[in-house]
């Protein structure tokens, strides 16, 4: 396959303050890589905290599945809390600064019994059972915390990532605010909404579809259905689709969003979470095949939990996004707010595609 060089910003089109350089020759200047560590595959470790047999060294589970047996998924309280719902009083700050007080609650989820698995070899059926354990924690620190304005569900899988344990598993943060990015998608989509009357992801979900066509063989009559894939189409499901964004912020970005237009995953039904498994299951087996061992956040970003949260649900859409972590910020990223993508979307978003799948 032949790369052309490409070298342009890229304006995000959810979020349009938001910019990507997509600088492919950037990728071809000689570096000296760290050798990779392997990744822990085994089944069972004596020494983490997560695997089974382990459970007095983390606390009391708040949620598990099954509830009796030999568990599937564990939900446990975080011992080292981002936020927390105890009574610290901010200190008062004369001038200009202000505080907010860090209230809230961290739970972490382990994923899975098994110590080494990674994401692409969970069953189906597993991380549909996943996706509505994320569902009912939500749904219950809402309920508990009338404080909490959004909760943040995420994933980090490797060193690269910033995972500490090994063990796969995702977290859970509800806070007293709505993270800015967030609330930047939710007045974003709402602007696009209001000027066009239609929602910006519905938008960029029907241009990245397949585009069928029929064509019929003149001398046989017979008729050839031809599928045309969009330049950032991944994979489809009944439900869900996953597109590789247009100005992706890292080199394999991948977002899925469920086809019909829902502002809020807390609406999910068990269907739709069946087949969002098995979209994610393809996507990250594609990614698998394609860079090899993958280290990756994942975030979930729902219409926040708040008083207006009406007027977003037109025009917001939830979503997963899926960012592996093939590189380290520069000082340019970090002092400019502008992310350098070396991959050319489209040409990523190909290469994806052209992984046969059993």
């Excluded at 599937?72 to 080292?80: A, D, K, P, S, T």
């Excluded at 000027?195 to 066509?213: M, V």
Aim: hydrophobic residues 35%.
């Amino acid at each position: 396959m032949t790369t052309q060089n490409v070298r342009e910003i890229r304006i995000d089109p959810i979020v349009p303050t938001r910019s990507v350089l997509i600088s492919t020759a950037r990728g071809k200047r000689p570096r000296k890589d760290e050798p990779s560590l392997p990744r822990d595959v085994s089944e069972h470790e004596e020494t983490c905290p997560f695997c089974l047999g382990n459970e007095h060294q983390t606390p009391p589970p708040v949620l598990q599945s099954p509830a009796s047996g030999q568990w599937e998924i564990r939900v446990v309280e975080n011992l080292y809390p981002i936020l927390n719902d105890d009574p610290i009083v901010p200190g008062l700050i004369p001038g200009m600064q202000q505080v907010i007080e860090g209230y809230g609650h961290h739970e972490i989820i382990i994923d899975h019994s098994n110590h080494g698995i990674a994401l692409h070899q969970m069953s189906k059926q597993h991380l549909a059972l996943l996706f509505s354990v994320y569902q009912e924690r939500m749904q219950f620190l809402y309920q508990t915390y009338p404080r909490v304005r959004y909760i943040l569900v995420f994933k980090n899988f490797g060193k690269a990532a910033g995972g500490s344990i090994p063990h796969t598993h995702s977290q859970i943060i509800a806070m007293p605010l709505v993270p800015h990015n967030v609330q930047d998608e939710v007045e974003c989509s709402r602007s696009f909404y209001d000027k066009t009357g239609s929602c910006i992801f519905c938008t960029l979900i029907d241009e990245a579809l397949p585009l069928e066509t029929t064509s019929f063989d003149r001398s046989s009559g017979e008729k050839h259905q031809n599928y045309q894939p969009g330049n950032y189409f991944i994979e489809q499901g009944k439900h869900f689709i996953a597109i590789k964004p247009f100005a992706s912020r890292y080199e394999w970005e991948i977002h899925i969003l469920p086809l019909k237009h829902q502002s809020n995953f807390l609406y999910a039904t068990d269907e739709e979470f069946n087949d969002l498994a098995g979209v994610l299951k393809r996507t990250m087996t594609r990614l698998e095949a394609v860079i090899g061992e993958v280290q990756y956040n994942y975030f979930l970003h729902t219409v926040p939990h708040v008083k207006n949260s009406t007027d977003s649900a037109l025009s917001f859409h939830w979503h997963l996004e899926i960012c592996p972590r093939t590189s380290i910020p520069s000082g340019f990223e970090l002092g400019s707010g502008l992310f350098v993508n070396t991959i050319n979307p489209e040409e990523a978003a190909l290469q994806l595609r052209q992984i046969n799948l059993p």
